[in-house]
């Protein structure tokens, strides 16, 4: 179907000789002779582009304008001027018009004009969708369980997400703490800026100082140029600092200024540089008794544990068991194209009765290896393993052979590996260090 588009002017003539050009290019023409019925047409059915006369019975089509944008961004706008009045014009596009004409110009001009107004209304509306879809996908409403625990922990992130206080989550490995902190960023104020993930121990402590802090050029052997640091990547967005318990001692106190003083300063140089960032940190450690240990700076640890989430393992959220592993099998069977769509009582009740050391991400491995080994449509118990902790072994050598394969059509860029393989950044960092892949 064609854009609509809606002609607000009360001179009859103009409005009809352009409603008549329009319709002839196969547009959907409305008119209103006031910005008060083109406010009500605009409630009631949506409009591509409106083309708006300045001086209105009821208004003016500048001010008007600013209206629009506020109500329905989505929407452009071409306001018609008077002839020698092309201030009025100038404003109208500082209050958010793609553009004005001057009335009595060639009318052939309108149509170029009108075209590239709808084609940057179709694109704000493809990057609509694709926020939106972006944002269900990190939203809490992404995260799956009914169980009291869970829930506790969801309503928690959810109370502080839209503040911009520093996040501590802990619990065991493969309990979802990224999800979690993904979440947050994406119902914060700050998710339309970067949500930016490293594993701390997944490198070395030289190796970490630079990603975070970045680099001046000549601050080491093979630094050619000056090179941004993770935390300039993060500026106006969020940090998340997974196994946060596994940074060494010193770099803890070149964070801790960070968060005190939003100030830094890059390998090699001495220019203070300052970002903006909300930090969310992560461990799979008790970080009291790291901290009792003298393996983590206390000032640090109260001032990340200003709200900390605990998530709980899967052995205490086994009713969530199932609603997992249903999800689980629709995200494989629709990758691998097979026709798996139910779980037998058999194999539910052997999946209940496991441990699960490794949480869901064990529990979201040994979905993935029944739905390779199942041909009908249902998963039975005979496509489980012997042993749960046989679970990992046949398939993490498929696993580190996927993601060996997938760097490698990647040229090793680890951002679009991370991509194509449906994970997030950080998780692909360990499970590179996991398998030893570089």
């Given at each position: 179907m064609n854009p609509a588009i809606l002609i607000i002017d009360d001179e009859v003539k103009l409005r009809g000789l352009l409603a008549r050009i329009l319709a002839l290019e196969g547009y959907v023409v409305k008119e209103a002779t006031t910005l008060k019925t083109a406010k009500e047409m605009l409630a009631k059915e949506p409009f591509a582009v409106l083309i708006c006369d300045v001086k209105l019975p009821d208004g003016n089509g500048v001010e008007f304008t600013s209206w629009l944008k506020k109500h329905f961004p989505a929407t452009e706008i071409i306001v018609l001027t008077a002839f020698g009045t092309i201030q009025d014009g100038i404003q109208a596009m500082k209050n958010g018009a793609f553009d004005y004409i001057t009335k009595g110009e060639d009318n052939n001009k309108i149509i170029p004009l009108l075209q590239r107004a709808i084609e940057k209304q179709q694109l704000q509306i493809k990057v609509k969708e694709l926020q939106d879809k972006i944002s269900a996908r990190y939203s809490f409403s992404s995260i799956l369980g009914n169980s009291q625990r869970i829930k506790f922990a969801i309503a928690a992130a959810q109370r502080v997400a839209i503040t911009e206080t520093t996040v501590l989550l802990t619990g065991e490995t493969g309990t979802g703490k990224e999800v979690f902190a993904q979440a947050i960023h994406a119902e914060s104020n700050r998710k339309d800026n970067s949500f930016v993930a490293i594993n701390c121990s997944a490198f070395s402590r030289e190796l970490l100082e630079n990603e975070l802090f970045g680099h001046k050029a000549g601050a080491f052997t093979g630094a050619l140029k000056d090179g941004k640091g993770l935390l300039e990547e993060a500026d106006k967005g969020t940090l998340f600092l997974d196994e946060i318990g596994e940074m060494a001692i010193d770099l803890q106190a070149k964070l801790l200024r960070v968060l005190e003083t939003?100030?830094?300063?890059?390998?090699?140089?001495n220019q203070v540089r300052k970002v903006n960032i909300r930090l969310i940190a992560a461990t799979n450690r008790d970080l009291q008794k790291e901290m009792e240990a003298g393996r983590f700076r206390e000032d640090l640890y109260y001032r990340l544990s200003v709200f900390q989430i605990e998530l709980p393992p899967l052995r205490d959220r086994t009713e969530?068991?199932?609603?997992?592993?249903?999800?689980?099998?629709?995200?494989?069977?629709?990758?691998?194209?097979?026709?798996?769509?139910?779980?037998?009582?058999?194999?539910?009740?052997?999946?209940?009765?496991?441990?699960?050391k490794g949480n869901i991400r064990e529990l979201k491995n040994c979905i993935e290896r029944s739905v390779i080994l199942t041909d009908g449509t249902e998963l039975e118990p005979s496509s489980l393993p012997s042993q749960p902790d046989a679970v990992g072994v046949d398939l993490a050598s498929m696993e580190k052979a996927h993601i060996q394969k997938v760097l490698e059509q990647c040229n090793h860029n680890k951002t679009e590996t991370a991509k194509l393989l449906g994970i997030g950044l950080t998780t692909l960092y360990r499970k590179m260090e996991e398998y030893q892949l570089h």
């Amino acid at each position: 179907m064609n854009p609509a588009i809606l002609i607000i002017d009360d001179e009859v003539k103009l409005r009809g000789l352009l409603a008549r050009i329009l319709a002839l290019e196969g547009y959907v023409v409305k008119e209103a002779t006031t910005l008060k019925t083109a406010k009500e047409m605009l409630a009631k059915e949506p409009f591509a582009v409106l083309i708006c006369d300045v001086k209105l019975p009821d208004g003016n089509g500048v001010e008007f304008t600013s209206w629009l944008k506020k109500h329905f961004p989505a929407t452009e706008i071409i306001v018609l001027t008077a002839f020698g009045t092309i201030q009025d014009g100038i404003q109208a596009m500082k209050n958010g018009a793609f553009d004005y004409i001057t009335k009595g110009e060639d009318n052939n001009k309108i149509i170029p004009l009108l075209q590239r107004a709808i084609e940057k209304q179709q694109l704000q509306i493809k990057v609509k969708e694709l926020q939106d879809k972006i944002s269900a996908r990190y939203s809490f409403s992404s995260i799956l369980g009914n169980s009291q625990r869970i829930k506790f922990a969801i309503a928690a992130a959810q109370r502080v997400a839209i503040t911009e206080t520093t996040v501590l989550l802990t619990g065991e490995t493969g309990t979802g703490k990224e999800v979690f902190a993904q979440a947050i960023h994406a119902e914060s104020n700050r998710k339309d800026n970067s949500f930016v993930a490293i594993n701390c121990s997944a490198f070395s402590r030289e190796l970490l100082e630079n990603e975070l802090f970045g680099h001046k050029a000549g601050a080491f052997t093979g630094a050619l140029k000056d090179g941004k640091g993770l935390l300039e990547e993060a500026d106006k967005g969020t940090l998340f600092l997974d196994e946060i318990g596994e940074m060494a001692i010193d770099l803890q106190a070149k964070l801790l200024r960070v968060l005190e003083t939003g100030e830094f300063y890059r390998l090699g140089d001495n220019q203070v540089r300052k970002v903006n960032i909300r930090l969310i940190a992560a461990t799979n450690r008790d970080l009291q008794k790291e901290m009792e240990a003298g393996r983590f700076r206390e000032d640090l640890y109260y001032r990340l544990s200003v709200f900390q989430i605990e998530l709980p393992p899967l052995r205490d959220r086994t009713e969530d068991i199932p609603l997992l592993a249903n999800h689980f099998i629709q995200v494989f069977a629709a990758r691998m194209n097979k026709k798996v769509t139910f779980i037998s009582d058999a194999y539910l009740t052997r999946l209940c009765k496991m441990n699960w050391k490794g949480n869901i991400r064990e529990l979201k491995n040994c979905i993935e290896r029944s739905v390779i080994l199942t041909d009908g449509t249902e998963l039975e118990p005979s496509s489980l393993p012997s042993q749960p902790d046989a679970v990992g072994v046949d398939l993490a050598s498929m696993e580190k052979a996927h993601i060996q394969k997938v760097l490698e059509q990647c040229n090793h860029n680890k951002t679009e590996t991370a991509k194509l393989l449906g994970i997030g950044l950080t998780t692909l960092y360990r499970k590179m260090e996991e398998y030893q892949l570089h």
